[in-house]
């Protein structure tokens, strides 16, 4: 089963509405106009594994080309198609793909931080979440990371992680620790993204500074 590459507009909201929405509170999630926006334009890519029932997962992409950095904003399978193993073979496809075409690149990935967010049944365990990257050598960055507001006006989201999934070697700085400059980038170009240019308060700072020096300290996942 190879994932297929969706830009149908019809398409990407099937797959919005009937897996993204019940996995992601929406906080957390752009709406459909916006995805097929990002779609149309490159800025973004949705991959899907599809059986004759429908959409089995979907892994949805940002791209920050002048960061060098691919950010798998979401990962969602079917309620009826979890534990299977097809998130886990859409990942692999994904960041194959992804890192072919943006080479060099940091793949990263946002996730709920356990103890700060809730499992539930239908958007999942965020511990079992942590044990699925873990087990695919995720690094966690050393960052006090925020996830910034998706569109102005709408609200930060705390208490999440900002993981590498894969980093080229041009973007590595020792054994665990990645490219700081090109952290920074990306996240200037996501607050931004958001209707926040370079924000100065506490939280933002404390991002931000972090993110300053060479090199962002990125130690293997445990969870």
């Known amino acids: 089963m190879r994932p297929a ?17 019940p996995a992601f509170p929406p906080e957390e999630l752009v709406d459909a106009d916006e995805l097929v926006r990002s779609v149309a334009a490159g800025t973004a890519e949705v991959l899907a594994l599809r059986d004759r029932g429908g959409h089995l997962a979907v892994a949805v992409a940002e791209f920050f080309p002048d960061a060098g950095v691919v950010l798998l904003s979401y990962l969602a399978a079917r309620a009826d198609a979890r534990s299977a193993g097809h998130g886990g073979r859409l990942l692999d496809a994904a960041i194959a793909r992804w890192t072919a075409r943006h080479d060099p690149c940091l793949v990263l990935a946002e996730v709920e931080e356990p103890g700060h967010h809730a499992a539930s049944p239908g958007r999942g365990d965020p511990l079992a979440r942590l044990r699925f990257y873990a087990r695919r050598g995720a690094r966690r960055l050393d960052l006090p990371y925020v996830q910034p507001a998706l569109r102005p006006g709408a609200p930060r989201v705390p208490h999440l992680l900002l993981l590498a999934l894969h980093a080229a070697p041009e973007l590595l700085r020792g054994a665990d620790a990645v490219d700081g400059p090109a952290v920074r980038t990306f996240l200037e170009r996501l607050f931004a993204a ?9 939280e933002a700072a404390a991002l931000f500074t972090a993110a300053a020096g060479e090199s962002v300290a990125a130690p293997p996942l445990t969870a």
């Open 194 to 202: 958001g209707g926040e240019e370079l924000p100065a308060d506490p």
């Open 5 to 21: 590459v969706l830009t149908d507009p019809a398409e990407l909201r099937a797959v919005h509405a009937g897996l993204l929405v």
